[in-house]
């Protein structure tokens, strides 16, 4: 048990539709991590959060993407208009220890956009 | 900005055999070395980490890695795998200019038993 819950495992959309995925870690983390995966890579940095505030955005989230983390707790991923290359597994993380590349990783968010 | 190259995409091994993952990064200044873990099926997990020190780190299941700065590597190495190695492992690293952890492309590890 990595402390990570993400909800859906699975969602399967048609292009155009907006999807929102959440993720509650265990107990109140301070960091709080969502990376996206494509198939046969390795995962890809989204955005940090610190309780919540949002401290980084990678440059690959657009317009389309917003992460919220109201209240330092749980974690949402929302993508509006989805694409075909939306499509992918999308990856929250919580902070362990006290570096930031200690992660607890969820089992993952499967996006199909048909 | 980082980046992480694994320069195998796919490793198949027999039980017994030795391993050697190779990992090399590009970055000037001071990194933090990772390398995770993807079991069939499960998620991702740590499995050896650098900070400092010793540049020779052991992690769990037997795996260590080495830290070579002149080379900007961080192989992952194995005297004797196991079936049950079988999966995708990625290097991976962080700096002190963010927060993000970088990852490379991964290694496919099939064992066969």
């Known amino acids: 048990d990595t402390g990570v819950s993400q909800d859906p495992r699975h969602k399967i959309t048609k292009r155009g539709q907006n999807v929102t995925f959440r993720c509650d870690p265990i107990?109140?983390?301070?960091?709080l991590y969502w990376y996206r995966q494509t198939l046969g890579q390795g995962p890809e940095f989204l955005t940090y959060f610190q309780n919540e505030a949002q401290l980084e955005k990678s440059r690959l989230l657009s317009d389309r993407f917003s992460a919220e983390r109201p209240k330092g707790s749980f974690s949402t991923l929302e993508i509006q208009r989805t694409e075909q290359g939306d499509s992918a597994m999308y990856l929250c993380a919580r902070g362990q220890g006290t570096n930031t590349g200690e992660l607890f990783f969820g089992e993952g968010s499967r996006l199909t956009v048909l | 900005a980082q980046s992480v190259s694994q320069h195998n995409h796919h490793v198949i091994l027999s039980e017994a055999a030795s391993l050697e993952l190779g990992c090399n990064y590009s970055?000037?200044?001071?990194?933090?070395l990772f390398w995770y873990v993807q079991y069939p099926g499960q998620h991702l997990q740590l499995l050896l980490k650098y900070f400092s020190g010793d540049p020779l780190v052991k992690g769990i299941k037997g795996f260590e890695a080495e830290f070579i700065k002149s080379k900007f590597s961080f192989n992952l190495r194995k005297p004797s795998v196991q079936w049950s190695d079988t999966a995708e492992y990625y290097c991976a690293v962080t700096t002190n200019a963010g927060n993000m952890l970088t990852f490379g492309g991964g290694t496919r590890l099939m064992v066969k038993p």
């Open positions: 970055y000037g200044g001071t990194v933090n």
């Open positions: 107990s109140e983390h301070n960091r």
